[in-house]
């Protein structure tokens, strides 16, 4: 079979040539996804950083919480410390009351005098003498609890840990929509090449992912994460 003369190749480039219309539409679209390309990867840049932000402060909030725990147990610790001391001095006296009167009652001075510590909250002392009890676990909840309206509340890096996870997904969305700008630079191209009839369908196409491409990089760009 012949291959077809130069004024047939000439007839149908002329013929697949996009008009001017077409031309119009394609330049937009390029024009549209490159704009879009450049915000997502703009904003993905950002994000990362808030990501990278958001990380490094789980670590502080949390080595705050561990510390705030860690100082609250040694307080309510040396409290129970006190108050063992207090009854151990207590049970002395009973033991010598009857022989030494006199050094029973310098044993009870010196067990009250521990009451007085300033880690020693009475209210979560109960009982007396050799009866005295210290509620440590109470103590305990209670300190952290104080702390922790100066500091951070105990679930806080958890939060910020969360928020930073949906940081770093966004910053995967912003990336995958990036990637996808050059296969639809790619898609509009094949369409200035083709057939009137094809190309009008790659146009169609074309237009919807770049109106989709467009607006989810506006919201990942823009719209604060929840």
């Not at 006199?102 to 005098?113: H, P, S, T, V, Y």
């Not at 009982?127 to 509340?153: C, K, M």
């Not at 191209?189 to 989810?216: D, E, I, K, N």
Request: proline share 4%; aromatic share 4%.
């Amino acid at each position: 079979m012949a291959a077809p003369s130069l004024r047939v190749r000439r007839f149908r480039l002329r013929r697949n040539r996009p008009r001017r219309g077409d031309e119009t539409v394609i330049a937009i679209l390029v024009g549209l996804v490159t704009v879009t390309g450049a915000v997502a990867s703009y904003a993905a840049v950002r994000v990362k950083s808030q990501a990278v932000e958001a990380d490094r402060q789980a670590v502080v909030e949390t080595v705050q919480t561990r510390s705030t725990r860690v100082s609250a147990s040694i307080m309510s610790g040396h409290g129970g410390g006190q108050v063992t001391h207090y009854r151990v001095l207590h049970a002395q006296a009973d033991a010598i009351e009857a022989a030494d009167p006199r050094e029973a009652l310098i044993l009870r001075g010196l067990a009250d005098g521990l009451l007085t510590d300033q880690y020693l909250d009475r209210r979560y002392l109960t009982g007396e003498g050799v009866a005295a009890r210290w509620q440590h676990d109470r103590n305990l909840a209670a300190t952290v609890s104080y702390d922790e309206g100066f500091i951070v509340p105990a679930d806080q890096p958890g939060r910020t840990a969360a928020r930073a996870d949906a940081l770093h997904a966004r910053v995967g969305h912003l990336t995958l929509t990036a990637a996808a700008i050059p296969a639809l630079v790619l898609l509009l191209t094949v369409a200035r090449l083709t057939a009137p009839r094809p190309r009008r369908w790659l146009l169609r196409a074309g237009a919807v992912a770049a109106g989709l491409l467009t607006a989810l990089a506006l919201w990942l760009a823009l719209v604060p994460e929840a």
